[in-house]
C-alpha cells in the first residue's frame, strides 16, 4: 500500500506547533499508562467480587498459580475458589475488555472514514447483520432443533452484511462515505424486518432472542475470550499501524490523494478492519451500544485527534468502561441487567449533546 507523504513533517509546522504535540503526545501517554493500570488492578479487584467474596491478595495469588502452573500455590485455596475465579469471573471480565476496546477502536475508525462525528461501529449496518445471523442460530435452536454455534453465526452474517454493503456502494457510484452509509441504512433495514420476522415466528420463546440482542456478558466462557481477542488485538494492532494514512483520509479523498494515500485500498482495508472487529466483538456479547460511539469523541474533544493517540487511547479507555459498567450490573443488581441497557441508557444522552452540538456547526472534522 502506498504511504508516501503520511510521515512527513507539513513544511508550514513551526517549532511551537512541534513543541505543542510533543507535549500533547507526553500527557496522552501519561494518560494510556493510568488507564491501562486502572485496567489491571481492576481486573484483579473486580475477580474476587461477587457472592463468594475473595481479598485481593487471595485472588491475585489464584490467577499468578494459573498463569504459572504453580500447583503448591493453587493448593492452598478450594478447588471452588479456583473455579469460581478462573473459569467464571475472569472469562467474563476479559471479554468486557475486549468488547469495549473493540467498539472503541471501530468507533475512531469509522468516525474518521466517514469523516461523520455521530458514526459508530453499527453505522454500517454489520451488527444488525450479526443480530440477524445470531437470531437464526437461536430460532433454528428453538424451532427445528437444529444446533448452530450462535458466535459463528452472527461473525458470519456481520461479514456477508459488508461484502452487501461495499458491492451495493460499489454500484451506486463508489466506496465513498455517503454511499456506504445509505447502503448501510438499506440493507439494515431490510434485516431489521427479518429480525421482527423471528421474533413473530418464535412466538412464545421470544424472550431468548430479545435478551441476546439486548447485549450481555454472563456466561462467557474461555472460548468466547479465544474468538474476540485475536480478533480485537490483532485489528486494533493493524489500525494503529496505517494511522498516518487514517489522519490524511480524514481531509478528503483530494488532498488524501494528493498526500500520496491510496484511497481506496485504505478505505477497503479499514472498512473490513472495523467491520471484522465489531463483527468479533458482537457475536460475542450481542448489541452493546453507545461504547463506540462515546469514548472516541469524548477523547477527541478533550485531547487530541491525531489517530496514532487516539486509537489506542480509546481502546484502553473503551475497554476500562465497559468492564466497570458490565461488573456493576453483576454486583449491584438483584436481578442483573443487561450491560447493553446500561450502555445505551447513558450514551443516549450523550448522543443527544452531540447531535445538538453538530447542528450548531461544531463539528470535530
Known sequence: MERKGTTQRPSGLGEDSIRSYRTKRRRCLVIGALLLAAILLLLVA???????????????????????????????????????????????????????MGLSVAGVIFQSLLRNPLADPYTLGVSTGAAFGASLAILLALTAGIVVSTTAMAFLFAFLTLVVVILISKKGGGIASSNLIIAGIIVSAILSSGLSFMKMVAGEDVSAIVFWLMGSLASREWGDVAIVAPVVLLGSLIAFGFAGDLNVMVLGDKSARNLGVNTGRIRLLYLILGSCITAACVAVSGIIGFVGLVVPHMLRFWLTSDNRLLLPLSGLLGGLLLSVADNATRLLSVSEVPVGVLTTLIGGPFFIYVFIKRRGGQGVF
Open 46 to 100: 473486580f475477580v474476587g467480587m461477587g457472592a463468594m467474596n475473595l481479598g485481593f491478595a487471595e485472588t491475585w495469588d489464584i490467577l499468578l498459580g494459573k498463569i504459572t502452573g504453580d500447583a503448591g500455590r493453587l493448593a492452598a485455596h478450594g478447588a471452588n475458589e479456583v473455579a469460581v475465579v478462573w473459569e467464571i469471573r475472569l472469562p467474563r471480565i476479559l471479554c468486557g475488555i475486549l468488547v469495549g
